[in-house]
């Protein structure tokens, strides 16, 4: 059986945990021998409805080392703003204000005429409990054939 899917590998960009205020998170990831990646930026549920939590900036750039001073703007809609209306290159950062469900602000981009890694750089006003971030690339040249090659601990194909 064939599944799309399997030349796909997950490369966790940040681990769940606490970004202060005004910091800073940012991860690389290495896309070679991927075409595609999607990927998601995370937080927890928000503390009370009115507390207005969202990220203040986000970023997506890319280079040819992990260096962050390496990175440029992945050009198109991938950087964030807390405009209410975006500019040709931005999308719009969500208010987050649900106690209930995580906030996801996903980004999808062809990683074809990018550089080799992919970066992200997100920022907010204040502590936040858990914030976390990853990458799946897919449309590999070829089919990991080890679950450390998909960037899981295990996977199942039936």
């Known amino acids: ?6 030349r796909s590998k997950v490369v966790v960009f940040k681990q769940p945990a606490t970004i202060a205020s005004n910091a800073t998170s940012q991860a690389s990831a290495d896309t070679l021998g991927y075409d595609y990646a999607v990927v998601d930026v995370m937080q927890d549920p928000s503390a009370a409805t009115n507390t207005s939590a969202k990220f203040t900036s986000m970023v997506l750039t890319h280079g040819t080392t992990t260096d962050a001073s390496n990175h440029t703007a992945v050009t198109g809609k991938y950087t964030g703003t807390t405009n209410t209306t975006a500019t040709t290159s931005q999308f719009v950062l969500p208010q987050h204000n649900d106690t209930d469900d995580a906030s996801i602000v996903r980004l999808g981009v062809d990683c074809r005429t990018l550089e080799r890694y992919l970066r992200i750089e997100a920022q907010h006003p204040n502590t936040v409990n858990l914030t976390w ?6 449309r590999g040249e070829g089919m990991p054939n080890t679950d450390a090659k998909r960037g899981v601990d295990v996977s199942s194909y039936g």
């Open 1 to 6: 059986m064939t599944v799309h899917a399997q």
């Open 133 to 138: 971030s990853h990458c799946e690339l897919s």
